[in-house]
């Protein structure tokens, strides 16, 4: 099994080894592209988008800057919306579901390093996939470490960091981020805290 194989399968490896320095000098190239087009270019912004990551649903948008070590390893599902300074570490798998919205400064970490100096200093590290569901919304100055899964129609409060998993429709804060509070059909004629929608169509 040669580095990359090990580190697609989440064990340690050397990230200089067996071609993948070279994969990520590829993507850097392409990021930089991306973090460099004006902002008038949208058809090539959607179209270099879907080649870094490694899958899309048809609606996908994620404003410059972004960044992340390989891209392949990242899935999205449709109607993915990312705000400015997305980091993503992907070394192990990041599988996001449809209506995902992330707000700015959010980064999402697979890579790891040993806790031993000595284990550390050895130069392995190491990927654990994260998973994000369907209807999330994370919020800004959010990190989302490895091996993580955060469920369905969950709202992340701004500046948590995300260090186990969250379940299924609930609002989760904090660092480390704990669930707060169940999300219920009560929360639908709320666009604000205690603040009603004065509009029929929402």
């Known amino acids: 099994m040669n580095q990359k194989e090990r580190m697609l399968a989440g064990l340690p490896y050397k990230a200089w080894l067996d071609g ?27 179209e270099l988008i879907k080649e870094i990551l490694g899958k899309t649903g048809e609606n996908v948008h994620i404003e410059a800057p972004f960044h ?6 990242i899935e999205v599902g449709e109607n993915f919306f990312a705000n400015y300074n997305l980091t993503v570490l992907d070394v192990g798998k990041v599988r996001i579901g449809k209506n995902a919205q ?35 919304w994370i919020g800004g100055n959010v990190c989302i470490m490895p091996g993580v899964t ?5 709202v992340i409060g701004a500046g948590s960091v995300v ?14 981020c704990r669930v707060v509070r169940a999300i219920t059909d009560d929360d639908r004629d709320f666009y604000y805290r205690d603040r ?3 509009v029929d169509d929402y």
């Open 20 to 46: 993948l320095a070279e994969e990520r000098l590829e993507n850097k190239k392409r990021i930089y592209k991306y973090n460099n087009l004006p902002p008038e270019a949208e058809k090539e912004q959607e």
């Open 68 to 73: 992340c070590d390989y891209g392949y390893n």
């Open 102 to 136: 992330i707000a700015p400064n959010v980064s999402i970490y697979t890579a790891g390093h040993p806790i031993h100096p000595e284990s550390r200093n050895s130069g392995y590290e190491y990927g654990i996939e994260v998973t994000i569901g369907d209807n999330v």
């Open 150 to 154: 955060v469920g369905d129609n969950v």
């Open 163 to 176: 260090t186990k998993d969250i379940p299924d429709s609930v609002i989760a804060v904090g660092n480390p």
């Open 196 to 198: 009603r929608f004065d």
